[in-house]
């Protein structure tokens, strides 16, 4: 007979009764959130913890625990900054990183933003020390938002002068034309969250006066032909309804002082059929380029609703299942001379 399983025991200390409810949260969602996640059982009285399940697993809920707990010092926990956290990373990452923090912060005139999860830090450190950056994956992963951060940050430490945010004019199934006004004034509602993420960052009213003294610039990518960017940290979104043209086009116009970051997910390219998304072509072109760092997002990477992450995952099964049916399919046979 297989011997029980010990459980695993710890306590959080020091104890404080505020920072622990904050921590198990109302009727003890948090720790049923977790439970339900790491398929584990915890047990407590006061600060004193019993988890049950593989050892694995309760190691990693330990880690997950504390670091929670550290964050009650500030912050008010709720069911979806648990989920965030859940979402950092996978449970091996959890058991190998116990201790793992957010080491980078990003300063905007609204308060700290800080990274989550070990990807979103690694993206973080790499536009901090990059002039080119990739971030490339599906929505909900925080690569533009925090695209944005950094953009904002720099500019309130004065290392850059301004921000332009740049979007190829492609439509998504919606046709750009029947928009009023000129190219720019169209493209404005498909850079809403660009503009979102500032509001938020900075203020309605600020963002406003930047945008008017052009320290925010909002230049559609068929603007960008014929510009040097010095001293800017320029966004471009969406890179991957850009051509091949487009995207060298825009990355040669990085100039002295300058940061890029390039965003987008390979999965939604709404080019033209049988046109070549820049964003797939220069990942295997400059993959191997000193200076230029590319970061992939997966789905366990998504920090919104976690509906998100299952209907990223969804799409992904489906698309595979489809293509390996079309790979299946025995090669169409010429009957034309078979008579």
């Known amino acids: ?37 790491l398929t ?14 593989d050892p694995k ?45 957010a080491s980078v912060s990003l300063r905007t ?21 990059n002039d080119i950056n990739f971030g490339i994956g599906p929505a909900g992963t925080g690569k533009t938002y925090l695209a944005v ?10 290392q850059i002068r301004r921000i332009l945010l740049v979007r190829p004019a492609v439509e998504a199934g919606e046709k750009l034309g029947f928009l009023p006004g000129d190219l720019s004034q169209k493209i404005d509602p498909y850079l809403r969250p660009l503009y979102d993420a500032l509001y938020e960052m900075l203020g309605f009213e600020y963002v406003a006066k930047l945008i008017e003294r052009q320290i925010i610039e909002v230049a559609p990518l068929a603007y960008m032909r014929g510009r040097t960017l010095n001293n800017s940290f320029i966004i ?15 990355l040669t116009r990085i100039g002295f002082g300058s940061t890029a970051v390039i965003t987008g997910d390979i999965t939604q390219i709404d080019l033209p059929k ?55 399919l025995p090669a169409a046979k010429d009957y034309r001379h078979d008579a």
Do not use: W
């Open 109 to 129: 005139k609204k308060g700290m933003i800080r990274p989550r999860g070990i990807n979103q830090q690694r993206y973080v450190k790499e536009i901090l020390g």
């Open 57 to 101: 697993l309760t190691s990693s809920a330990e880690n997950l625990l504390r670091r929670l707990y550290r964050e009650t010092k500030a912050t008010e926990l709720s069911p979806d900054l648990v989920h965030l956290f859940l979402q950092e990373s996978d449970v091996q990452d959890l058991a190998n990183n116990p201790v793992a923090e």
């Open 274 to 328: 049988g046109t070549k998304s820049g964003l797939n072509h220069v990942i295997e072109v400059l993959k191997d380029v000193p200076g230029i760092s590319f970061t992939h997002f997966q789905s366990k990477d998504v920090v919104r609703h976690p509906l998100v992450q299952r209907i990223v995952e969804a799409y992904g099964r489906y698309e595979q299942e489809a293509a390996d049916k079309l790979a299946a």
């Open 40 to 53: 584990i059982e915890i047990r407590n009285r006061g600060n004193q913890f019993e988890l049950i399940g």
């Open 236 to 250: 471009l979104d969406e890179s991957q309804n850009t051509t091949v043209e487009q995207m060298k086009m825009f």
């Open 149 to 158: 951060a950094c953009a904002v940050d720099a500019l309130e430490r004065e």
């Open 1 to 37: 007979m297989n011997a029980p399983i010990e459980p695993h025991r710890f306590l959080l200390e020091p104890f404080e009764a505020r920072r622990f409810a904050n921590l198990c949260g109302q009727f003890d969602e948090h720790l049923r959130l977790i439970e339900q996640r």
